[in-house]
């Protein structure tokens, strides 16, 4: 589930870190805000529902919507890291196939 977190001092959702099927990387996607985080401290570490691009965040007796497609307020940011390929093994090596590291016998 997403959540709103703080990236340099501004007010940003985060996706966590998701597979790519077709890469052996891993990806997040951050959505970050023009808004001071400071101003907003009782929402960082709330998580956030999705209807389309609208994040919904209930907090205490409050609700909240995000339009994360509005360039004017929210920047969209890919981040990528690369999945580490496990150690070789005797008879086999390894393969990335269908988002995952398999074993392929030689």
């Keep these: 589930m ?4 703080e990236h340099k001092d501004k007010v940003a ?9 077709n890469k ?6 951050l959505y970050i805000g023009k808004a001071n985080a400071d101003d907003w401290r009782d929402l960082i ?6 209807s389309g691009n609208t ?3 209930r907090r205490y007796d409050r609700t909240y919507y995000l ?5 004017r307020e929210w920047t969209k940011f890919i981040e990528t890291r ?11 090596d390894w393969e ?11």
């Design 82 to 92: 690369p999945v580490k390929k496990p150690r070789r093994g005797k008879n086999y």
């Design 2 to 5: 997403d959540q709103i977190i």
């Design 96 to 106: 990335w196939e269908r988002g995952a590291w398999r074993k392929t016998w030689r």
């Design 24 to 29: 052996p990387e891993q990806y997040r996607i």
């Design 13 to 21: 959702i985060d996706s966590g870190w998701h597979d790519d099927w």
């Design 55 to 57: 994040g919904t965040v």
């Design 67 to 71: 339009r994360v497609d509005d360039t």
């Design 45 to 50: 570490g709330s998580s956030v529902t999705w």
